[in-house]
């Protein structure tokens, strides 16, 4: 069964500085990989996704995510923080079978400070 | 909003009861997918309906059931109502049967056992 490994539960950074959150897969099959993001109080957005096209993946609000097959990781990254990215980011994988992708299975989830 | 939209926001019920919870997908989306949020669980997948036909099922308990209807709107049951089901109960629509594009998630329904 396919499985997502969050590397870090609470990443801190200040603002205008880089933020990297980290994500190991585990998949038989060929994945699909996604990053969502939760705001407090708030439901469950899509930042981006991998479906085996381009590696190096670029979602919304200057996200951006590079699939790694040698390394099965699919690490969140942006340039620089703002006070709006405070949040919780959620690794997800499915796997591409003949009978079609399997559920998304959500990883524990990072939750990004972001300090002024 | 998302296009995804789920009643009650939130419900408070005791130990023992039933609950139904309600979701309308996006306008066009045939899948429907619950999911449960919970502290020490995470965001467990619980079932799915595509077209008024389950699926694929995921770790739900027998004591939950849900169904999608004719106009495509689902409900998920939980009956017998224990402290550890209160949690967020997310529902999420796609297009596709399998979701490849990802899913578009609804704002959620809190439920509080007392």
């Known amino acids: 069964a396919q499985s997502v490994t969050q590397l870090d539960s609470h990443v801190s950074v200040s603002e205008g500085t880089p933020v990297l959150l980290r994500c190991n897969y585990s998949s038989s099959y060929s994945p699909s990989l996604f990053w969502y993001v939760q705001h407090p109080n708030k439901g469950l957005q899509l930042l981006l996704k991998?479906?085996?096209?381009?590696?190096l993946v670029k979602g919304i609000n200057g996200f951006e995510a590079e699939f790694k097959k040698s390394e099965t990781s699919f690490h969140l990254t942006k340039p620089s923080a703002h006070m709006s990215d405070a949040a919780e980011y959620f690794c997800v994988v499915s796997e591409i079978r003949n009978s079609g992708n399997t559920p998304l299975v959500f990883g524990k989830g990072t939750r990004l400070s972001v300090i002024a | 909003d998302s296009g995804v939209t789920q009643t009650p926001k939130h419900l408070i019920t005791a130990t023992g009861q039933r609950v139904t919870l309600r979701c309308s997908p996006r306008?066009?989306?045939?899948?429907v997918y619950w999911y449960q949020q919970s502290l020490d669980q995470g965001l467990q997948f619980l079932i799915q309906?595509?077209?008024?036909?389950?699926?694929a099922k995921g770790n739900i308990l027998e004591r939950f059931s849900a169904q999608q209807f004719p106009d495509l709107h689902s409900e998920l049951n939980l009956s017998s109502l224990e402290l550890g089901d209160s949690a967020l109960y997310f529902c999420?629509?796609?297009?596709?049967?399998?979701?490849?594009?990802?899913?578009?998630f609804g704002s959620g329904t809190r439920l509080t056992v007392v």
């Open positions: 999420a629509s796609s297009p596709q049967p399998g979701g490849e594009g990802g899913y578009t």
């Open positions: 306008s066009g989306d045939l899948s």
């Open positions: 991998y479906t085996s096209a381009a590696t």
């Open positions: 309906y595509y077209n008024g036909e389950e699926r």
